[in-house]
């Protein structure tokens, strides 16, 4: 299992290495609900429960993007679909 810690963005600044980290907001959605162990794993996005899927949603820029995925594959979960969304802030 993938214990690394996910790269969660709240600002948009230079990454450590020279570049500029860009953060967005994505959706994750996949099947059914999440046992006590898999929302102990993903504290650092918020989880939301639907009749037939959780959502998991957060800023994040690539690194967290694949970070958050690996954790997905590590626990087994049927993913549904990934999507970008718009911030919050916008309109």
Known sequence: ????????????????????????????????????????????????VEPTATVLCGDLDQVGLHALLDRVRAFGLELMDIRQVPDQLSG
Do not use: C
Request: glycine share 14%; hydrophobic share 40%; no cysteine.
């Open 1 to 48: 299992m993938h214990t690394g810690q996910l790269r969660v963005w709240q600002d948009h600044g230079p990454d450590p290495e020279g570049g500029l980290v860009i953060g967005r907001n994505y959706e994750i959605r996949v099947v059914g609900s999440l046992g006590p162990a898999a929302r102990e794993a993903f504290t650092d996005v918020a989880v939301e």
